[in-house]
């Protein structure tokens, strides 16, 4: 059971945009910044979004992130098959004695 | 471009010590949280903890029993034990670095290795 919780599926044409969304709570999402990966099969993850909304350097601007009170989502606009992959979402979490939490990941299938 | 590679065996007995290092190059061991990330097979990812250069760590309180990161300055390395392991704990184990002002953000992964927990 994830701190975070993810949709475990998503999908989409080619063209499309989707959204993936991360609901937390006060002690993560809603305090923190939150982080997006993105997984390829057999690969590490990559840092996708940072800061809420900021991307790496490489990151096409088609992936936008946002956050509102104790959620957040990724946006994939003009979907493409290569973006067929898992992506997690991620923060630090307050409690206890702090610690980083992920979403479960969501299997995103470019139809 | 730093860079990150796992190593140690990829299979363990069941109650014994998993120990893997991870050996840096690109970047110098100091400044940033070097991370133990774990993923079980075709499941999500599970932050194991840190440790800073001077030695502090911190750890997912649901493994604080059996885990133990340690870094080797002198040779760009850090290292993980995890205890009393049981078939729960196979799983990919990543190594990583984020920076200190957010730990949640790994910037640099290893490949990963897998390590099986059976007898």
């Known amino acids: 059971q994830s701190v975070l919780t993810q949709p475990p599926s998503a999908s989409g044409t080619p063209g499309q945009r989707v959204t993936i969304s991360c609901s937390g709570s006060?002690?993560?999402?809603?305090?923190?910044?939150v982080y997006w990966y993105q997984q390829f099969p057999g690969t590490a993850p990559k840092l996708l979004i940072y800061?809420?909304?900021q991307r790496p350097s490489g990151v096409p601007d088609r992936f936008s992130g946002s956050k509102s009170g104790t959620s957040a989502s990724l946006a994939i606009s003009g979907l493409r098959s290569e973006d067929e992959a898992d992506y997690f979402c991620?923060?630090?979490?307050?409690?206890?004695?702090?610690?980083?939490?992920f979403g479960g990941g969501t299997k995103l299938t470019v139809l | 471009q730093v860079q990150l590679q796992e190593s140690g065996p990829g299979l363990v007995k069941p109650s014994e010590t998993l120990s893997l290092t991870c050996s840096v190059s690109?970047?110098?061991?100091?400044?940033?949280?070097w991370t133990w990330i774990r993923q079980p097979p075709g499941k999500g990812l599970e932050w194991i903890g840190y440790?800073?250069?001077?030695?502090?760590?911190r750890y997912n309180p649901s493994l604080k029993s059996r885990v133990s990161i340690s870094v080797d300055t002198s040779k760009n390395q850090f290292s993980l034990r995890l205890s009393s392991v049981t078939a729960a704990d196979t799983a990919v184990y990543y190594c990583?670095?984020?920076?200190?002002?957010?730990?949640?953000?790994?910037w640099g992964w290893g490949q990963g290795t897998l390590v099986t927990v059976s007898s």
């Open positions: 990583a670095r984020a920076p200190v002002a957010a730990p949640a953000a790994q």
């Open positions: 690109g970047s110098a061991i100091s400044s940033y949280y």
């Open positions: 800061r809420n909304n």
């Open positions: 440790i800073y250069y001077n030695g502090t760590t």
């Open positions: 991620a923060a630090w979490d307050d409690s206890l004695s702090g610690l980083v939490v």
């Open positions: 006060s002690s993560n999402i809603g305090s923190n910044f």
